[in-house]
T-cell receptor, first 113, second 114 residues
Framework: LAKTTQPISMDSYEGQEVNITCSHN???????ITWYQQFPSQGPRFIIQ???TKVTNEVASLFIPADRKSSTLSLPRVSLSDTAVYYC??????????????FGKGTHLIIQP | EPEVTQTPSHQVTQMGQEVILRCVPI?????FYWYRQILGQKVEFLVS????????KSEIFDDQFSVERPDGSNFTLKIRSTKLEDSAMYFC????????????FGPGTRLLVL
């Protein structure tokens, strides 16, 4: 499994765009990049997943450069409720079996008024 | 939107007792998982389950633990002879066939072993 590195914490303000970058230098060809969000005392929640270039959904955008050695989660116009821990995960995407996810320490994002 | 549910939300037990944590995965999902998170630490994978058998397990998942899908809807984690260090949040998750990275987590059961 590719090791991921992301900042331990980040601060921002309401209404700002927040970008959290994750490095995964040893990502393999079959690996996908997935981001989860976790609020205190709750289970992780899937945010977005991508393989290359850009993926956007109603919650966030994910930017992945051509070499795929890093990825950036972009949260537009954050609010106080976006304060959470954000995890970057790299996992193999193939049919069959059931692999467990490997969570790191994540990035603790704190949004201030 | 379909959700994974877990019961109980909180459980307090005495050291050495057995506990069973229950989960109802999303109905059309085929892959099931248990994770735990000790207070202030990372989410740790315990076990995955597919086609009525364990697919993968971590080093944490020793003989003290067992999983079962007793019927078409429930997925349980049994911890025999609980220890103080088993105190943690336990999360159940499920995923559709072939999309195993997109796991949907339940709200968790907070287990406290005294």
């Amino acid at each position: 499994l590719a090791k991921t590195t992301q900042p331990i914490s980040m601060d921002s303000y309401e209404g700002q765009e927040v970008n959290i970058t994750c490095s995964h230098n040893n990502i393999a060809t079959n690996d996908y990049i997935t981001w989860y969000q976790q609020f205190p005392s709750q289970g992780p929640r899937f945010i977005i997943q991508g393989y290359k270039t850009k993926v956007t959904n109603e919650v966030a955008s994910l930017f992945i450069p051509a070499d795929r050695k890093s990825s950036t989660l972009s949260l537009p116009r954050v609010s106080l409720s976006d304060t959470a821990v954000y995890y970057c995960l790299v996992a193999r995407h193939s049919g069959g079996g059931a692999d467990g996810l490997t969570f790191g320490k994540g990035t603790h994002l704190i949004i201030q008024p | 939107e379909p959700e994974v549910t877990q019961t109980p939300s909180h459980q307090v037990t005495q050291m050495g007792q057995e506990v069973i944590l229950r989960c109802v995965p999303i109905s059309n999902h085929l892959y099931f998982y248990w994770y735990r998170q000790i207070l202030g630490q990372k989410v740790e994978f315990l076990v995955s389950f597919y086609n009525n058998e364990i697919s993968e397990k971590s080093e944490i998942f020793d003989d003290q633990f067992s999983v079962e899908r007793p019927d078409g809807s429930n997925f349980t984690l049994k911890i025999r002879s609980t220890k103080l260090e088993d105190s943690a949040m336990y999360f159940c998750a499920s995923s559709e066939a072939g999309v195993r990275e997109t796991q949907y987590f339940g709200p968790g059961t907070r287990l406290l072993v005294l």
